[in-house]
């Protein structure tokens, strides 16, 4: 089932421990739907004209230099990969070096990862995307 929906709320602060934040989303009414049912939620992110935009919480640092989660389609593993950010905007942070077209970074759970893990991407996603969990247009 797929529905649609629009961001209501967003928290002022992100998780100490998990360096998330929490969003409120308003589905289209459905009956189908049911309270306290799980859901898997891919959205668009904004691209900025500098380049595109993570939230804050994709960014890790990784031998001393700041790198997102790059997950491989082919071999669902993850590896590190340096970027350079710049500005923050209220969307996230731009990222003006170091990503490419339809690659496919991990934005939760980041502090969980090392180089090289098996993980298990939802392949919906990654087929849509059909290279290689938020897409970089």
Do not use: C, Y
């Amino acid at each position: 089932m797929v529905t649609h929906g629009h961001v209501r709320e967003i928290a002022g602060a992100a998780d100490t421990a998990s360096r998330t934040f929490s969003v409120k989303v308003s589905l289209t009414p459905d009956n189908r739907i049911r309270l306290g049912q799980t859901a898997t939620v891919s959205a668009q992110l904004p691209v900025h004209p500098s380049g595109p935009t993570l939230t804050l919480s994709a960014l890790v640092q990784h031998d001393g230099q700041m790198a997102v989660w790059i997950i491989d389609p082919l071999t669902e593993t993850v590896h590190a990969r340096v970027v350079a950010a710049g500005t923050a905007v209220d969307e996230g942070i731009i990222i003006t070096n170091g990503l490419s077209q339809g690659e496919w970074v991990v934005t939760a759970g980041t502090q969980f990862l090392v180089d090289g893990q098996k993980i298990k991407p939802i392949k919906a996603n990654l087929a849509q995307a059909s290279t290689a969990a938020t897409p970089i247009d």
